[in-house]
Every structure is written in structure tokens, then in C-alpha cells.
């Protein structure tokens, strides 16, 4: 097993915080456990020669990083009363206020598409069933820095598990059964969602800002001053009245933010 220096530590620390804002200061056993065998199987002897690959800018050597040191668990349906918020409270009123009839969503760090996908039937549950679907323009924008798990997402193939805290009815509307026992996303619920790589370090461009930004157990990887950069520039990127969801495991710096506190996680820009 290949070892962890203390100096190949902090250099691996600055390097992950400096390019993609992710805090492993608190991770080296994390580190070393997730690493250690891909380097050895790649005939390098130290932590120190695979960052200088790394450093290399080799994207493929940078994606399969990222994936070994962020951990993508999701499933559909998860944290649901940000869903019930959406029914109750977003849907109802962008139907009586929103004459341009456009609702415009991104799900920032989405990893393998459960959640995107989740927002994409419920917006077609929703408006379906309210009388004027067909004037309606809905996009979901999903996001993802690695561009491993969003392969997957674009494949839309879950197991059961996966599954199991969809309403009977969406299991039934909105997937496919496979051969072999897995259920994948219905076209028509495909069509909603458009999966991009994108840093949150990086500048956010926006041409046509959201109505509902989910950013949810994303910035639990980020030390305190990045996340507030990261909830300023995501701010930026809101529409007046729109909302910013974060997961229940977060917070926000209220008194640093411009966002008003709504209840639990969910936040908006007045």
C-alpha cells in the first residue's frame, strides 16, 4: 500500500481547495484509502508522483480523481418536502404570476440524475394536470463536475432501490422496465433535463437566470469562505422571487447572504 506524506497531504489538500473548492484538510484517511491501489496499479510509487500527473491538466486522470474523492449517494425522492415545497408553494404561484409561461431549474451537483429527473416528473405531474401543459416551457439544467457520473445520468438506468420513494404512479408513468430487472427514465422525462460538466468554482453563466436553483449536499465538501462565494454567485444567478434549495445537512451564513431564510434549507431572493 502506497503511503500518505505529511507533505503530499497538504500538497494534495491545496491542490483540491485552489481547483475545485472541495476541503479534504479533514480527509486523509480518506485520501489514502481511496487512492493508495489506483496508484499502485498504475506503476507509480508515491502520492507525490501521481499529482504531478494529475497536474499535468490530464483530464481523464482528473476525472476519475474527482470521482474516487466525492462521494455520489443519491436516490430519487430524497429530502421530498423540498418537492412538496415545489407543489404547494413555487408551482402555484409561477402559474398565476409567470406570464411568460417559462420555468427554468438547475440542479447543481446532480450526480447520477435522481434528482434532476425527480424535479422533471413532478413538473410533469404537476402541469399536466393543470390544464395548460402545452403553453408551458420547462428546462432543467443538471450539473455535475464529474463527468463520470453524469454518463450515467444521461443513460437513466436505476435499480429498484433506487426507486422505492417514487409515488406508485410515477414508477408506473415514467419508467421502463429493462430485461435485466432495472427501470429506466421515460424519453419524455429525458427530454426535460440537459446534463452539462460545470465546476461551481468556476464563473456561473447564466443568460436566462432560475426560478429554482437546488444546490443540495453539494457544499458539505466546501470550507466556510467557499461556500459563501459559491451561495453568492448562485444568488446572482436567481431570479427575483426565485428560491435556492440546500440540503437539510447545511447551512447558510444568513447574515452574510443575500438570500432570506424561508424555512429549513430552502431560502429565497426577494
Not at 422496465?177 to 465546476?199: A, L, Q, S
Not at 437539510?248 to 431564510?261: D, L, N
Request: hydrophobic fraction near 35%.
Amino acid at each position: 500500500m502506497v503511503k500518505l506524506t505529511d507533505n503530499e497531504f497538504l500538497e494534495f489538500v491545496e491542490y483540491m481547495q485552489k481547483n475545485y473548492g472541495i476541503d479534504l484538510s479533514k480527509k486523509r484517511v480518506l485520501i489514502e484509502g481511496r487512492l493508495s491501489n489506483l496508484i499502485e496499479r498504475k506503476g507509480m510509487t508515491s502520492f507525490g508522483e501521481y499529482l504531478n500527473n494529475i497536474k499535468r491538466n490530464n483530464q481523464e486522470e482528473i476525472t476519475m480523481l474527482i470521482n474516487k474523492l466525492t462521494t455520489n449517494y443519491t436516490y430519487f425522492y430524497r429530502e421530498e418536502n423540498h418537492f412538496d415545497f415545489l407543489k404547494e408553494v413555487i408551482f402555484p404561484y409561477e402559474s398565476k404570476n409567470n406570464k411568460a409561461k417559462t420555468l427554468n431549474i438547475w440542479s447543481a451537483g446532480c450526480s447520477s440524475g435522481e434528482e434532476p429527473y425527480t424535479l422533471a416528473m413532478i413538473c410533469d405531474d404537476y402541469f399536466k394536470f393543470s390544464g395548460n401543459y402545452n403553453s408551458w416551457k420547462i428546462q432543467i439544467t443538471a450539473t455535475d463536475i464529474s463527468d463520470n457520473v453524469l454518463t450515467k445520468a444521461r443513460d437513466g438506468v436505476y435499480s429498484l432501490d433506487s426507486i422505492k420513494n417514487l409515488p406508485e404512479t410515477f414508477k408506473k408513468r415514467y419508467f421502463i422496465k429493462t430485461k435485466d430487472d432495472k427501470y429506466e427514465i421515460h424519453p419524455d422525462i429525458k427530454r426535460y433535463v440537459t446534463f452539462k460538466v460545470f465546476n461551481l468554482m468556476d464563473t456561473i453563466v447564466a443568460k436566462n437566470k432560475y426560478d429554482v436553483i437546488f444546490c443540495r449536499n453539494v457544499m458539505i465538501y466546501f470550507n466556510g469562505e467557499t461556500k459563501l462565494n459559491i451561495v453568492n454567485k448562485l444568488y446572482e444567478a436567481t431570479k427575483p422571487e426565485g428560491y435556492l434549495m440546500i440540503g437539510h445537512a447545511e447551512t447558510i451564513q444568513r447574515s452574510k447572504s443575500k438570500y432570506k431564510y424561508v424555512k429549513p434549507a430552502i431560502y429565497k431572493k426577494e
